[in-house]
């Protein structure tokens, strides 16, 4: 699993090569699309298939964070893009042992998850991951 996990990272890093540059938030649709490349990675990984079904289910993430838009929470494009630009740690982060990177300023409103990432076990926190890595 943990190597999944690691070539999923790998893959996403790939494919988003070329962007280095931090953009501001908001930007454009074109900067944001999705390449061929992730959306494949999605079809044969079965732990983001678990990862996007924790994120509906259980986990009640989607109720704040929606694929492309940001809703109350920032979307997991971005979410996505930040962590690999950044080389960050989601599961760190949902484990409330890292500081955010994404939005600083809205932290106290996803704080309040924590109570239920952790309770997660290790590898329902990794399928969270793989899902958000895979926008
Ligand atoms: C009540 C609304 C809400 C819910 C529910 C919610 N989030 Fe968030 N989330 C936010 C907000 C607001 C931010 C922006 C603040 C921040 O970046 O920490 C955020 C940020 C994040 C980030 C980026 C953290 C960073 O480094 O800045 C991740 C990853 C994340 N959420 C994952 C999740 C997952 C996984 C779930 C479900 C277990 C979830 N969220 C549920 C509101 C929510």
Redesign the pocket.
């Known amino acids: 699993m943990k190597k999944l996990v690691f070539s999923l990272a790998i893959l996403v890093l790939v494919s988003c090569g070329g962007k280095k540059e931090e953009e501001p938030f908001g930007k454009s649709k074109e900067v944001e699309s999705v390449s061929v490349t992730e959306e494949s990675v999605k079809d044969v990984n079965p732990l983001v298939e678990e990862g996007q079904k ?2 509906e289910g259980k ?7 929606q694929p492309e838009n940001k809703v ?3 979307s997991l494009k971005e ?1 996505s893009k ?2 690999t630009e950044k080389n ?1 740690n ?1 599961i760190t ?2 484990k409330g042992e ?10 106290e ?5 924590f109570a ?2 952790k309770n ?1 076990t290790d590898e329902e926190l990794a399928s ?2 793989a899902y ?1 890595k895979s926008f």
């Not at 986990?59 to 964070?65: I, K, L």
Request: charged fraction near 10%; hydrophobic fraction near 50%.
């Open positions: 924790l994120f986990g009640t993430c989607s109720a704040c964070h109350i929470g920032p979410i930040i962590y960050g989601i982060f949902l890292a500081e955010p990177i994404v939005d600083p300023s809205q932290f409103v996803m704080k309040a998850n239920i990432t997660m969270l991951e958000i």
